[in-house]
């Protein structure tokens, strides 16, 4: 049973460029979040989405987007990107469940180092 | 608005040296608090998830406990193979993402 994959390991792009990051959930999950690693930080949440839609969104600028597949799978696009964007990011996926007093683990997958020149 | 810290930022033990990881957090009503280890450069790697005071869980050498404002990691004769990073993280009722600390850099040394 694959884990969390996410493409590609690592990245260089300038100033300016955009780029695109992709993940593929754990098999048998619906919902996928994204996260901001800087080096010697913690994860920092950026969104998360299920049944292609964007449930919620963390404290990042809108040059942050993302979508969700029918087949879960997502994608992180990053427009005009800053030095300050070099990090690694990670996808996290899970399966939603309601109520309070559950809740499912995120399983993040190996993540993708992002630097930007 | 959800916050979480760790303590202490490093520690170094010796091979053997049992010790305890402090993780402390304000929530608006806890769902649930999650443990994970991070090697460098690799995704976290789940351990571990409390929901109430009181809780008690176990793999191998470690140990995780939660109170109402703190839970704590315990490690038991640690091995060099135990160094790592250990990141705590809260979920609270009104929000849907979790809410990472800092980490504590683990080294265990031969």
């Known amino acids: 049973d694959a884990g969390v994959t996410q493409s590609p390991t690592h990245l260089i792009k300038t100033r300016g460029q955009q780029v695109t990051l992709r993940c593929s959930p754990k098999?048998?999950?619906?919902?996928v979040s994204w996260y901001q690693q800087a080096l010697g930080q913690g994860p920092q949440f950026i969104f998360q989405y299920y049944e292609e839609e964007e449930r919620q969104r963390g404290n990042f600028p809108d040059r942050f987007s993302g979508h969700q597949f029918p087949n879960y799978s997502s994608e992180l696009n990053v427009n005009a990107l800053l030095l300050g964007d070099s990090a690694l990011y990670l996808c996290a996926s899970s399966l939603l469940t309601s109520g309070i007093g559950s809740y499912n683990e995120q399983f993040f997958g190996p993540g993708t180092r992002l630097t930007v020149l | 608005e959800d916050q979480v810290t760790q303590s202490p930022e490093a520690l170094r033990l010796q091979e053997g040296e049992s010790s305890s990881l402090n993780c402390s957090y304000t929530v608006s009503g806890l769902r649930g608090l999650f443990w994970y280890r991070q090697d460098p450069g690799k995704g976290p790697e789940f351990l571990f998830t409390?929901?109430?005071a009181g809780e008690e869980k176990e793999k191998e050498r470690l140990k995780a406990t939660l109170t109402k404002k703190e839970s704590f990691l315990h490690i038991t004769a640690p091995k060099p193979e135990d160094s790592a990073t250990y990141l705590c993280a809260v979920l609270g009722n009104y929000g849907q993402n979790f809410v990472f600390g800092p980490g504590t850099r683990l080294s265990v040394l031969p």
């Open positions: 098999s048998g999950h619906d919902t």
């Open positions: 409390l929901y109430s």
